[in-house]
């Protein structure tokens, strides 16, 4: 458990017991308005209304902030389930709608020590109280409709589970903290034992991967008869994202160079989410790849789409890195 040091120390800290309902623990852009309890201080006061919230009409903050992610528990409370992910995508409820923020994101399920009673009011009063500190606001907070959750899918949903909490039971609060370089979201839930935490920085994916030219995809197919490739897409989708043009194009080069190479399009997923779906998703994705060749003219003959999911991993899914790497399309000397 991380403890608070002056202004908050490593930032924001927050205070807890008393009540609410129960909780559950566990890769851009929504209130229905549910009244809550009125709350004091600028996280309330300050919210912008309804209709379409833009973190740019936050007031910009620039108390000192400690490490991500900012919040620390007081005693009587710890963080369980905790999972930290360098870049990652997750759901936070604003205006009646999820918006998808990406970025650094730390998710946990908030329970209390040995006879520590949980009070979800207490522990919401004290994070808005340093969101407000900080010059942070309250964007929404209401109940979700389930078939809202549902409309996430499995994959979004499985993935976000260990910062979700309960929301099928428990009313959401969404918080924005507004600053020159970039801009924290939280999320809050809580029912009468635990609660979920998340806490989101916006940020740039560092793109540390880099296009293979045909002839370097020659000599490693040549070499160890396989290569991956950097193609990405949607999120928990088979579309192929536009940044991915320059790398199938060097597949087209590398194909119509040697008119008798045939090729097998492996698509390959980390363990994140059901064996079964992912299997199904990597499937989808090496075909994408096929039909954006097929359309430039590759005859349908030289290639073979394949779909290995979870399978076949080249890393270890322990970490963000691994899982990283494990997300892959590979080409395959037929």
Request: glycine fraction near 10%; charge should be negative; proline fraction near 6%.
């Amino acid at each position: 458990m991380w403890r608070s040091v002056g202004i908050v120390a490593a930032v924001l800290a927050l205070a807890a017991c008393g009540a609410g309902d129960e909780g559950r623990t566990p890769e851009a852009r929504g209130d229905a308005a549910s009244p809550a309890a009125p709350t004091e201080g600028a996280a309330a006061a300050k919210a912008p209304s309804a209709g379409g919230f833009d973190p740019a009409t936050a007031p910009l903050s620039s108390a000192p902030l400690g490490a991500f992610p900012y919040f620390s528990l007081p005693d009587g409370y710890v963080r369980t389930g905790e999972e930290t992910h360098d870049f990652f995508a997750f759901p936070f409820w604003v205006e009646g709608a999820f918006r998808t923020v990406e970025g650094r994101v730390h998710m946990s399920m908030i329970e209390p020590e040995d006879d520590k009673r949980f009070s979800r009011l207490e522990l919401q009063r004290n994070i808005e109280a340093v969101i407000d500190r900080v010059g942070g606001v309250k964007v929404s907070q209401s109940a979700v409709p389930g078939d809202a959750i549902n409309a996430l899918g499995d994959r979004m949903i499985s993935d976000t589970t260990a910062g979700t909490g309960d929301i099928y039971n428990n009313e959401v609060a969404t918080y924005v903290i507004r600053r020159a370089d970039k801009t924290i979201w939280v999320h809050f839930d809580a029912g009468s034992s635990t609660g979920g935490l998340t806490v989101a920085e916006t940020a740039p994916l560092a793109i540390t991967a880099g296009l293979l030219p045909a002839e370097q995809l020659r000599r490693e197919l040549e070499a160890d008869g396989r290569v991956a490739i950097q193609v990405n897409f949607a999120v928990d989708k088979a579309d192929i994202l536009p940044d991915s043009r320059p790398q199938i194009d060097a597949v087209l080069a590398l194909l119509r160079g040697d008119d008798a190479l045939r090729l097998g399009v492996e698509g390959h997923t980390d363990n994140t989410g059901t064996a079964a779906h992912n299997r199904t998703l990597s499937d989808a994705r090496a075909r994408s790849v096929v039909a954006a060749l097929t359309a430039a003219g590759i005859a349908g003959s030289r290639l073979e789409p394949r779909g290995f999911g979870p399978d076949r991993p080249v890393a270890d899914n322990a970490t963000e890195a691994g899982r990283a790497r494990n997300r892959r399309v590979e080409l395959v000397k037929l």
